[in-house]
């Protein structure tokens, strides 16, 4: 097989890498986690108190509407803010390309030379790939900033994986008592497979066991909503 743009043969490739950039799996996985965590600890610090079924119901969903419009503008601000202090230092990079190109190849064959190659080589590399500005471009900004002009991350997709996967965490544990339920304990089993599926699922991804994954976050929810529990409990004795 050969390549469109040169005419060369490709490599065959072996292998195949996931994605480890996290550009939608981060707010989306952090988002569900903390949805199906945060409100079900709220829900049962309710319940701990003594809270009725409606007073309950109402504080899942009022924590749902809130936690999610709130980690949605979070992850955008966040990633926004990102991404334009990316943009403008690409800016720097681009207006020094223009104006010192002799120095930029320089310092680009320096860079391949603390690499390993051969200095020849390396103010050949360079010369060369400062043929085509955007891929000057490209190159520069990867060694010194770390990023990619055509691959930031979106605020935009951010935001709305955020707000997405917080809705759907946060609702597990408030739909047995939308269908009527009156206590703690279906929420509380719905919530637990949440967890351990989530956690299960994430493992996937990240090479770990699914059982260690799904006991982990498993063990830290329900940590959260144990202790939740315990200060409703505490507060609705004394009457507070």
Partial sequence: MTSERTGRPTPEIHHQHRDVNGGWLRPAVFGAMDGLVSNFALIAGMAGGQGSQKVVLLAGLAGLAAGAFSMAAGEYISVASQSELAQAEIEVERLELARHPAAEERELAEVFEGRGVDPATAAEVARQLMRDPDEALEVHTREELGVSPGDLPS???????????????ALLPVLPYLLGASSLWPAAVIAALGLFGAGALVSRVTSRAWWYGGLRQ????????????????LIGANGL
């Fill in 155 to 169: 605020p935009v997709l951010a935001a709305g994986s955020s707000f997405l996967s917080f809705a759907v965490g």
């Fill in 218 to 233: 498993l063990a830290f929810g329900a940590a959260a909503a144990a202790i939740t529990y315990g200060v409703g409990a």
